[in-house]
T-cell receptor, first 113, second 115 residues
Framework: KNQVEQSPQSLIILEGKNCTLQ??????????LRWYKQDTGRGPVSLTI?????NTKSNGRYTATLDADTKQSSLHITASQLSDSASYIC????????????FGGGTRLMVKP | KAGVTQTPRYLIKTRGQQVTLSCSPI?????VSWYQQTPGQGLQFLFE???????NKGNFPGRFSGRQFSNSRSEMNVSTLELGDSALYLC??????????????FGPGTRLTVL
């Protein structure tokens, strides 16, 4: 069964600090991996998309890495801001079954002043 | 460019009723996907439409259905509502998919409460 596991489930950090969120997946064969940011009460917003041939992608203070061999991805947030407080969702697209998307449970990040 | 719009934003129904949710994609986008989000299950894929055809379908019962119109607007319908259908229903649009690498843009969602 295709699965996407994220850790930690929740995280509290101080403003200005860095943090790293993890995503492990079993989806195979694999097409691409996305990270989304979802503010409370809003729809997700795409941060990065990586195909199997890419191992890093940046979007401002967000940097995603991908190791397709170990089926692991991480999202690193640099110099966190209060506005980074949100849920971060890892989504993996498989090549079979019509490119189905499998979602992780998300990591809830809270940045405190 | 206007973003993805969903109507209504909030909806309260009772068990056994049916509901229709609407999604207008970003102009020029032809792919529309629907998702259900609940605290317990997280985000789950319902179905995807492209050029008025259902291209992919998630593991949801037949009570969940959808369609797409020639202007790419999409509707999803849930019949015989159950308490467990209470959720945030999100719609996302994207340009024609190439190996799924195009960015999906999500709407604000419709929050459905079933009493």
């Amino acid at each position: 069964k295709n699965q996407v596991e994220q850790s930690p489930q929740s995280l509290i950090i101080l403003e200005g600090k860095n943090c790293t969120l993890q995503c492990n997946y079993t989806v195979s064969p694999f097409s691409n991996l996305r990270w989304y940011k979802q503010d409370t009460g809003r729809g997700p917003v795409s941060l990065t998309i990586m195909t199997f041939s890419e191992n890093t992608k940046s979007n401002g203070r967000y940097t995603a890495t991908l190791d397709a061999d170990t089926k692991q991805s991480s999202l690193h947030i640099t110099a966190s801001q209060l506005s980074d407080s949100a849920s971060y969702i890892c989504v993996v697209t498989g090549l079979n079954a019509g490119n189905m998307l499998t979602f992780g449970g998300g990591t809830r990040l809270m940045v405190k002043p | 460019k206007a973003g993805v719009t969903q109507t209504p934003r909030y909806l309260i129904k009772t068990r056994g009723q049916q509901v229709t949710l609407s999604c207008s994609p970003i102009s020029g986008h032809r792919s529309v996907s629907w998702y259900q989000q609940t605290p317990g299950q997280g985000l789950q894929f319902l179905f995807e439409y492209f050029s008025e055809t259902q291209r992919n379908k998630g593991n949801f019962p037949g009570r969940f259905s959808g369609r797409q119109f020639s202007n790419s607007r999409s509707e999803m319908n849930v019949s015989t509502l159950e308490l467990g259908d209470s959720a945030l229903y999100l719609c996302a649009s994207s340009l024609p998919r190439d190996r799924g690498t195009d960015t999906q843009y999500f709407g604000p969602g419709t929050r459905l409460t079933v009493l």
